[in-house]
């Protein structure tokens, strides 16, 4: 392949491409859409961060502020944590609207986040938010679509293509050349708002960047530029099919009807039929279910709560509760702390496990859907899909079992048997409870959740490369 006819290819294209004031227009459109969803999404994510903030410091100054309480008392009385965002959701929000933005925790119950953006807006959210995310991966490969429709057809309607070949131009430089000038012309176009994004991205960051997220920002640029890749080489391929621009046009506003607005939804449903999940009130009652099995803690005549009784007098040699070493009531709290949450965490894994069988359908269909790979990959790398609600889920529960039973543990240690009721703690020892920190998933794990979308994205580059590399029509 001669890369000196293919360099003269995509200069000529450069200049015939910008002639057209309806390319310049709708470029001029698309790239003030990505500047608005920019801004947008970082002033959203700002905003959301300083109300975390303050939520988070005043839930934690009413709890250190506490006056003497028992701690049973404390443990119902409960904690608020509310789910950070990753710095780069701004740039894909992901399931970052739906799945909660607060989680309550307390003793004996286990809850999930609540109060999602999406619960509170219109239904309009539901067809996808503004965001940069959303823009490369619905409306640039329109836009590469539009400016490659006519990529072959057009030479072919002019009548330039028979001289283009006679000059001794093969069609794999014809190819390749007009394949890479449409790259070029999206890549001028995005980097400037890239460099705007990094911008963003830093402020957001406090100009901490961490290797981490430096490999993050790295990998969005590798993963959106293999997918404009694999879009402009469609179009050319599907333009160098047909014998006419309009035949070439309706071929690609189909494929881009069918693979990024059709089959993302069916997907999304179908895999939601095949992997059922409970409803909330279904959830529940499995667990009420399962922990009515365990006993009734509260229930002194409850068999196997009779039984721990009965073991616990023996071990320490004692006819009565009372005459025990600690308060026994707290030491059944502990035991029933620890039996709910075993059950829950049964309960919800399984759960978990269906929205991950959910995700892992749409991975599969990303072999035959480039978008839907893209899509999950654009997500995990910016830390909003779902490993990463999942893990914040997970890291809540385990900070409300330990608060709760380290509460347990004051009401074993601390609180007599003799008027358990009346008496209370020292408010000095809410503030040596340890406060959430939420650990993000790692760059590393993240794609290794998503390895399938890697491979479908790098099946499609090379199944796109073969075409232009092999493919030679019969009739010019």
């Known amino acids: 392949m001669n890369f000196t006819n293919v360099k003269k290819i995509i200069s000529h294209e450069w200049k015939n491409i910008f002639r057209n004031r309806i390319v310049s227009a709708t470029v001029g459109i698309l790239a003030f859409a990505l500047f608005t969803a920019l801004f947008v999404g970082w002033q959203n994510y700002q905003t959301y961060e300083v109300e975390r903030e303050k939520y988070q410091q005043s839930v934690a100054d009413k709890w250190v502020n506490q006056p003497d309480r028992h701690p049973h008392r404390v443990a119902h009385y409960g904690y608020i944590i509310f789910r950070p965002k990753s710095a780069l959701s701004f740039f894909d929000s992901g399931v970052e609207s739906f799945a909660g933005n607060s989680i309550f925790l307390e003793a004996h119950k286990q809850n999930s986040t609540n109060f999602s953006e999406a619960r509170h807006s219109s239904g309009l959210l539901r067809f996808g938010e503004l965001t940069p995310a959303m823009i490369l991966q619905l409306l640039v490969p329109l836009l590469i679509f539009f400016l490659g429709f006519t990529a072959i057809t057009g030479e072919r309607e002019n009548g330039t293509l028979p001289l283009l070949l006679s000059q001794n131009v093969s069609w794999r430089e014809i190819l390749f050349g007009k394949t890479l000038s449409i790259i070029t012309i999206i890549f001028s176009l995005l980097l400037p708002i890239a460099v705007v994004g990094l911008l963003f991205w830093f402020v957001l960051s406090n100009g901490q960047i961490s290797f981490d997220s430096f490999t993050r920002i790295l990998f969005l640029f590798l993963v959106y530029g293999l997918f404009f890749a694999i879009c402009a080489g469609v179009s050319v391929l599907v333009s160098a099919f047909y014998k006419s621009s309009r035949s070439s046009l309706l071929t690609l506003i189909v494929i881009w009807i069918l693979?990024?607005?059709?089959?993302?939804?069916?997907?999304?449903?179908?895999?939601?039929?095949?992997?059922?999940?409970?409803?909330?009130?279904?959830?529940?009652?499995?667990?009420?279910?399962?922990?009515?099995?365990?006993?009734?803690?509260?229930?002194?005549?409850?068999?196997?709560?009779?039984?721990?009784?009965?073991?616990?007098?023996?071990?320490?040699?004692?006819?009565?509760?009372?005459?025990?070493?600690?308060?026994?009531?707290?030491?059944?709290?502990?035991?029933?702390?620890?039996?709910?949450?075993?059950?829950?965490?049964?309960?919800?894994?399984?759960?978990?496990?269906?929205?991950?069988?959910?995700?892992?359908?749409?991975?599969?269909?990303?072999?035959?859907?480039?978008?839907?790979?893209?899509?999950?990959?654009?997500?995990?790398?910016?830390?909003?899909?779902?490993?990463?609600?999942?893990?914040?889920?997970?890291?809540?529960?385990?900070?409300?079992?330990?608060?709760?039973?380290?509460?347990?543990?004051?009401?074993?240690?601390?609180?007599?048997?003799?008027?358990?009721?009346?008496?209370?703690?020292?408010?000095?020892?809410?503030?040596?409870?340890?406060?959430?920190?939420?650990?993000?998933?790692?760059?590393?794990?993240?794609?290794?959740?998503?390895?399938?979308?890697?491979?479908?994205?790098?099946?499609w580059l090379g199944l796109v490369f073969a075409g232009l590399w092999f493919y030679e029509p019969e009739n010019v």
Request: aromatic residues 12%.
């Open 259 to 459: 693979f990024f607005i059709i089959m993302p939804r069916a997907v999304q449903n179908l895999g939601a039929i095949i992997y059922e999940t409970p409803s909330q009130s279904e959830f529940e009652k499995n667990i009420e279910k399962d922990i009515s099995k365990e006993g009734d803690s509260h229930n002194a005549n409850d068999p196997k709560f009779a039984e721990i009784r009965k073991e616990t007098l023996k071990k320490y040699n004692v006819s009565d509760v009372k005459d025990l070493p600690f308060n026994y009531r707290g030491y059944i709290s502990l035991v029933a702390e620890e039996i709910s949450s075993k059950i829950f965490s049964k309960h919800y894994g399984e759960v978990l496990e269906q929205f991950r069988l959910q995700n892992r359908f749409a991975e599969f269909a990303g072999i035959i859907n480039p978008y839907l790979a893209v899509r999950q990959l654009s997500m995990a790398t910016a830390g909003s899909d779902f490993a990463s609600y999942e893990n914040f889920q997970w890291q809540a529960e385990e900070y409300r079992f330990e608060i709760i039973q380290k509460l347990n543990k004051l009401y074993v240690e601390e609180i007599k048997a003799e008027n358990d009721r009346d008496q209370k703690l020292d408010s000095k020892i809410w503030s040596e409870f340890p406060t959430f920190e939420n650990k993000p998933v790692s760059f590393g794990e993240s794609i290794k959740n998503q390895i399938l979308s890697v491979i479908a994205s790098l099946v």
